[in-house]
């Protein structure tokens, strides 16, 4: 069977302090899968650091870009040797790619965050993100940028830390049959078919017409030699998203896949949204997929 395993992993770095619980995720997946895990570090361009729209003396721009030479030299070191340690310690080997062996590498990039994510992220098969944190205004427009602009699954990893890959042992899926949970399934397979338990969560009537139901999603898995199990709860008028991270907890789950952001993202950041609630309340990792 095709595309049930990754074999690259993608998480983007600036010193922020948000990357080592991330790593950890990341290297935990790359250890299930045998995959490689290819850490961004990025800082911005002298340029970006100058005052917009102010006329600056030749002697101030150069001691700006010399600070800021300076400044991305030493987050870059600190960030290299906090990198080969967690490596150490994740048992990831420093080095060049090996099929079926995991393996890591540490990229520096000069520019924005969001950018890296675009270059390096459309060749990963899973882009890892912290989750954002709006009140600090950390990791919002990356998240942003990883689900939008790399085409790819994005792996939102709370602030709890994790041992081992046991997270992905069970599965859980939210399932409307939308656009968004089809790209979800078809993107996050190497997860469901790789998992020991597979939860569908459905909402209402399963045999509606309009969209494949839970039944069809099932019935899919099966001909792709995945068992499953349906889940269905009556949506109780608050917010989905937040019951289908109750309902994973419920069941057991470590890992929620879902189609993300069916309402415009802006929409849902301004007023609200599943999956707004999903990203900004979860306690598990969860896969995302526009």
Known sequence: MTNTSIHSIMMPVRGDGKGDNVFVHAAALANRFGARVR???CHPKPDDMM??????PSVLRRQIEDAAHTSAD??????????????????????????????????EYEGKQVDAVQRYGRLADLV???????????GVNTLKSALFSSGRPVMICP?????????????TIGWNGSLEATRAVAMAMPF???AKS???????????????????????????GV???????????RNVGRQLLSETKDVGGGLLIIGAYHDSYERESLFGGNSQAIVAEADIPVVLVH
């Open 227 to 237: 068992a499953s199990d349906i889940r269905l709860f009556t949506a109780s008028g």
């Open 74 to 107: 030493s987050t870059r070191d600190k960030m290299i040797e906090e990198f080969q340690a967690l490596a150490s310690k994740c048992d990831l080997t420093i080095g060049e790619p090996e099929l079926g062996r995991p393996t890591a590498r540490f990229i």
């Open 51 to 56: 005052p917009y729209g102010v006329v600056i």
């Open 39 to 41: 850490v961004v570090h």
């Open 198 to 224: 597979v939860t569908i969560l459905h909402t209402g009537n399963s045999s509606d017409d309009k969209y494949p139901g839970a039944e069809q999603l099932q019935r899919y898995f099966e001909l792709r």
């Open 159 to 171: 602030d709890q830390a994790v041992s081992n890959a046991d997270f992905a042992d069970h599965v």
């Open 128 to 138: 890892c993100v912290a989750k954002p944190d709006p009140k600090l205004n950390l």
């Open 192 to 194: 469901i078919a790789n």
